[in-house]
């Protein structure tokens, strides 16, 4: 079936440290990939997406690629500050149901 | 602008009770659904909904039922609660055309 694997967290960075985060996936066809990002306290919220192979997905820095070769979506940003303290999953849609990652947290010091 | 709001926020319970987890969005999506959330095994699919009167299972549906009479509520009922239960629960809508879902700020629930 369908699935999602992300790196396991926590990520720990210094402020403007660079930021990857990988996510691979398993599906049939090409679905939709996703970046959410919980930040404390609070739902998860959409961060970037992408719908088809290749497409570039990105939003408040962070960026994604779409690779069907390598079947990866992997979250990167070129200068974390410490308001990006969050858990970020990846997921992927399937047919009206969105397969979630494990979750990555991501924790900026100053 | 409400968006997706659950209730109630927090909840303890005691095995064998029951509960029900509210949630009401006022986006007019027809798709709404239930995540439960434990740690190290991100958010898993307990139920869907596609329109009013239609519901289906996800990924962890025993031990959870829910009912869609209108396009604004999808509640979620606790039959006989179990400590396996004991999770932060998400309520979500999903917009129709760019399939982005829209979460509530969740609902912790302990069974002791």
């Known amino acids: 079936g369908n699935s999602v694997t992300q790196m396991e967290g926590p990520v720990t960075l210094s402020e403007e440290a660079f930021l990857t985060i990988n996510c691979t996936y398993t599906?049939?066809?090409?679905?939709?990939l996703f970046w959410y990002v919980q930040y404390p306290g609070e739902g998860l919220q959409l961060l970037l997406k992408?719908?088809?192979?290749?497409d570039k997905g990105s939003n408040k820095g962070f960026e994604a690629t779409y690779r069907k070769e390598t079947t990866s979506f992997h979250l990167e940003k070129g200068s974390v500050q410490v308001s990006d303290s969050a858990v970020y999953f990846c997921?992927?849609?399937?047919?009206?149901?969105?397969?979630f990652g494990s979750g990555t947290r991501l924790l900026v010091r100053p | 602008n409400a968006g997706v709001t659950q209730t109630p926020k927090f909840q303890v319970l005691k095995t064998g009770q029951s509960m029900t987890l509210q949630c009401a969005q006022d986006m007019n999506h027809e798709y709404m659904s239930w995540y439960r959330q434990d740690p190290g095994m991100g958010l898993r699919l307990i139920h869907y909904s596609v329109g009013a009167g239609i519901t289906d299972q996800g990924e962890v549906p025993n031990g959870y039922n829910v009912s869609r009479s209108t396009t604004e509520d999808f509640p979620l009922r606790l039959l006989l609660a179990a400590p396996s239960q004991t999770s932060v629960y998400f309520c979500?809508?999903?917009?129709?055309?760019?399939?982005?879902?829209?979460f509530g700020e969740g609902s912790r629930l302990t069974v002791l």
């Open positions: 992408a719908t088809k192979a290749d």
């Open positions: 997921a992927l849609d399937s047919s009206y149901k969105l397969i």
């Open positions: 599906a049939t066809g090409y679905p939709s």
């Open positions: 979500a809508s999903r917009h129709p055309g760019t399939g982005e879902l829209f």
